[in-house]
């Protein structure tokens, strides 16, 4: 049973929520991706945080050998920060498990959002967005929480959200576009098949068409020898 007034399954935001981003180095987000793929949504740290329920966490990766650094997932906190009493296994650093939380809602990225892509249209909304400012005083940390005030965790929320749904939206139409292609692909080497048993049918035709030529003037070569003899 949730602790969260969010029983919707989808993320929603309340009038007392915080916002926090939660900075993780990329081998602390694949094995927090690795728990959210099992639908274990946990969040953990080694130092304790004022994260209470319904509030915002927005989860960027930083120091990736792979990808760019960005915002890979977005979620919503169902039970208060505490001490992780239960011992319950989030990443493979014991340290790291010391504190901890659980999430009633997470949406994944199916790549990382860079910090300027995202901040031009969190701009849009908050006109007083600064980028180099925000990252100087958001992300610095190498692992670990950092509140983000409400003026900026309200249109980073519906930004990522959007930006979200429109990864989803081209990655269906490059799907789609790849099936009609495959489909056209198909089609064509029906064809081409087609018209080369049409092409060897013909031939065969052609060949016994001559045959028969060649065997009817055989035959009347042969008569007309009968006949001089």
């Not at 960005?70 to 989030?90: D, P, W, Y």
């Amino acid at each position: 049973m949730l602790d969260s007034d969010n029983e919707s399954g989808e993320l929603l935001i309340f009038p007392k929520a915080k916002f926090w981003i939660y900075i993780v180095t990329e081998i602390y987000w694949e094995q927090l991706k690795a728990l959210f793929d099992k639908h274990k949504y946990y969040v953990a740290c080694n130092k304790n945080y004022d994260i209470g329920i319904n509030d915002i966490i927005f989860i960027f990766q930083k120091h990736s050998a792979k990808t760019k650094n960005g915002f890979v997932a977005i979620g919503q906190i169902s039970v208060k920060f505490k001490e992780n009493l239960e011992r319950i296994r989030i990443y493979k650093d014991t340290v790291m498990n010391k504190y901890y939380s659980r999430l009633s809602t997470v949406i994944t990225f199916d790549k990382p959002l860079g910090l300027t892509d995202v901040g031009k249209e969190v701009k849009i909304i908050y006109k007083a967005f600064r980028i180099p400012k925000f990252r100087s005083s958001h992300l610095k940390l190498t692992s670990g929480f950092v509140n983000v005030i409400k003026d900026i965790g309200n249109p980073l929320t519906q930004t990522l959200i959007n930006m979200s749904e429109n990864i989803n939206k081209e990655r269906e139409q490059e799907l789609e576009y790849k099936e009609k292609e495959e489909s056209l692909k198909l089609k064509t080497q029906r064809i081409a098949s087609s018209m080369i048993k049409i092409y060897n049918s013909d031939s065969e035709e052609s060949d016994s068409d001559k045959s028969k030529s060649e065997s009817d003037k055989s035959e009347s070569d042969k008569s007309e020898s009968d006949i001089n003899e």
